[in-house]
């Protein structure tokens, strides 16, 4: 299992804790540092099932700067995913990418309703 993450993101530390806690093996990724490729994003997106608005880090100062709340809905898919394929920050964080499944951001309950 692959867990995407910006260390210093206090969501990303809280999942990572509760996947330490439930003896979840997973290899960490640092997203500012290895950034997600268009393929990647992808396939996450394709295999998640949610909208692709979900991938992008709404709350992060780079999509504020950007404006992106107001060109995002102007923009096509494919614009939208090599956008987020420039620069990990504007990725929402953490994810976790399984063979069949991938989840954005962190909520308990998502994660301890899946069997990892």
Request: charged share 30%; net charge negative; proline share 4%.
């Amino acid at each position: 299992m692959l867990f995407i993450c910006y260390p210093k993101c206090s969501t990303c530390q809280k999942a990572k804790k509760w996947l330490e806690e439930h003896h979840i093996e997973f290899t960490e990724r640092h997203i500012a540092e290895d950034n997600p490729s268009y393929e990647e994003l992808k396939e996450w997106h394709e295999k998640s099932g949610l909208p692709l608005k979900k991938f992008f880090n709404t709350s992060g100062m780079l999509y504020k700067e950007m404006q992106l709340k107001d060109k995002l809905p102007t923009m096509s898919e494919e614009e939208q995913l090599r956008l987020l394929a420039t620069n990990g920050m504007l990725v929402k964080r953490p994810i976790v990418v399984d063979e069949d499944k991938v989840i954005v951001g962190f909520k308990e309950e998502a994660y301890a309703g899946i069997a990892f």
